[in-house]
DNA sequence: CACTTGATGGTCT
DNA sequence: GACCATCAAGTGT
């Protein structure tokens, strides 16, 4: 049993899904680019939003593996995840910044005063920049908006401590594209 | 660079 | 009523 997209099997623990998405590229109706940072979060961790069980926010995460999972942040942004199935519970990954490369225009509209560096620096412009909203919630990661291209395999990822969170915050699962100058915050060595 | 704060509303107890 | 998987703009170092 196993879902690939992009060469990644979503049916994986989100901590090796979310390091095996860095350097994959991602576009929404022909725009996005190149993933440089990620963050895990697993069903029995009670920093992730399906911790709780299923709720009506939240019922993506225990659909199938390979969709997307989006949720409103702070009552302004939206915030991209890819829902993985490790042993039969729900996780996700949560998508925190890309290196942007196709659609620089439309994104900038998008974003308004946002310079390059900014674009997509961070879960809530990622979304923005990218045009997600509810609509693009449950929706499989093969098809329509979505297209995912494998990357560079070899690439050099960092680790660190998840950002914004209040719980589990010791666990290590933010992965980063090193020296990337588009990661949302630094990573320390 | 670090830290603080306001905006703003959905979600869950 | 409390708590956010955030951002942008502000002040301080």
């Known amino acids: ?46 920093a992730s939003h399906c911790y709780i069980g299923e709720t009506p926010r939240n019922f993506s995460m225990f659909g199938p593996p390979g969709r997307s999972y989006v949720y409103r942040s702070h009552g302004i942004h939206w915030c991209l995840n890819f829902v993985c199935r490790e042993n039969g519970h729900g996780a996700g990954v949560l998508l925190r910044a890309i290196e942007p490369l196709v659609g620089l225009e439309q994104m900038r509209e998008r974003r308004a005063l946002a310079d390059e560096r900014l674009l997509c620096s961070g879960p809530g412009r990622l979304a923005q920049a990218l045009g997600i909203t509810r609509a693009d919630n449950n929706l499989p990661l093969d098809g329509a908006p979505f297209t995912l291209l494998a990357g560079d395999q070899t690439v050099e990822v960092l680790t660190g401590p998840r950002i914004g969170i209040s719980k589990a915050v010791e666990l290590p699962w933010r992965f980063g594209l090193a020296g990337s100058r588009f990661l949302s915050k630094p990573f320390r060595q």
Do not use: C, H, W
Not at 4 to 28: C, H, Y
């Open 1 to 46: 049993m196993s879902k690939i997209i992009a060469g990644i099997d979503f049916e994986a623990p989100s901590e090796v899904v979310a390091r095996q998405l860095i350097g994959v590229t991602l576009l929404v109706n022909g725009v996005g680019g190149r993933i440089v940072e990620t963050e895990a979060y697993d069903r029995e961790e009670p």
